[in-house]
């Protein structure tokens, strides 16, 4: 069955700190994986995915993505943080020729960062 | 270019009352999902909608119906609201094919007394 962990409910970084929330998944066939962002009273915006090709992937607010096949993991990174990156994200993951309703979203990461 | 709007962001019900909530997007997707979202469960998908004149069930139709009445919009109806579906809802949209991100509206927040 198609899932995904996101094993941390809050992570807390100092801001000017690298950041990294977590998240491993568990698909038939290579996944396409995705990261989306929460602000406040919002609905989720798209930061990144990862289809095929550079395990690094890079998106948008200066965050980027790794995926590991052998770990099945695509972790969320940043090398500084700030704190307008306090937000909810969520990570994703869709089975390659599945039908529309098969995205799966993990349970979310509350990021905070401190001044 | 308006993305992907709902109505209306805020609604308190009395149990037994229904309701419509609307949805529409602009970006000529062709699929179409309703999802809710409860602390500490990430998002459910309740209904969807590959293409203009299908819907599907998702996760959690029961007590749910949709229509899709064409290819912008794509409504959610509770016809008997429960305290159980207190939640926030949420629209989105996607083009065809697996690789393609969602776009999602900002919410509607119903509470259910």
């Known amino acids: 069955a198609q899932s995904v962990a996101q094993p941390e409910d809050q992570v807390n970084v100092a801001e000017g700190n690298p950041l990294t929330v977590k998240c491993t998944y568990s698909?038939?066939?290579?996944?396409?994986l995705f990261w989306y962002v929460q602000y406040p009273n919002r609905g989720l915006q798209f930061l990144l995915k990862?289809?095929?090709?550079?395990?690094l992937v890079k998106g948008s607010y200066g965050f980027e993505a790794e995926f590991n096949k052998s770990q099945t993991s695509f972790h969320l990174k940043k090398p500084s943080a700030l704190v307008s990156d306090s937000a909810l994200y969520f990570c994703?993951?869709?089975?390659?020729?599945?039908?529309?309703?098969?995205?799966?979203f993990g349970s979310g990461t509350r990021l905070s960062i401190r001044p | 270019n308006a993305g992907v709007t709902q109505t209306p962001k805020f609604q308190v019900l009395k149990t037994g009352q229904s309701m419509t909530l609307q949805c529409a997007q602009d970006?000529?997707?062709?699929?179409m999902y309703w999802y809710r979202q409860d602390p500490g469960m990430g998002l459910r998908l309740i209904y969807y909608?590959?293409?203009?004149?299908?819907?599907d069930k998702g996760e959690v139709p029961n007590g749910y119906n949709v229509s899709r009445l064409n290819k912008r919009e794509f409504s959610l109806r509770l016809e008997s609201a429960a305290p159980s579906q207190t939640s926030v809802y949420f629209c989105a949209s996607t083009r065809t094919g697996q690789a393609y991100e969602q776009y999602f509206g900002p919410g509607t927040r119903l509470t259910v007394t």
């Open positions: 970006m000529n997707h062709n699929s």
């Open positions: 698909v038939s066939g290579n996944p396409y």
């Open positions: 994703a993951v869709r089975a390659p020729y599945s039908s529309a309703s098969k995205i799966i």
């Open positions: 990862y289809i095929t090709g550079d395990n």
């Open positions: 909608s590959a293409s203009e004149g299908t819907t």
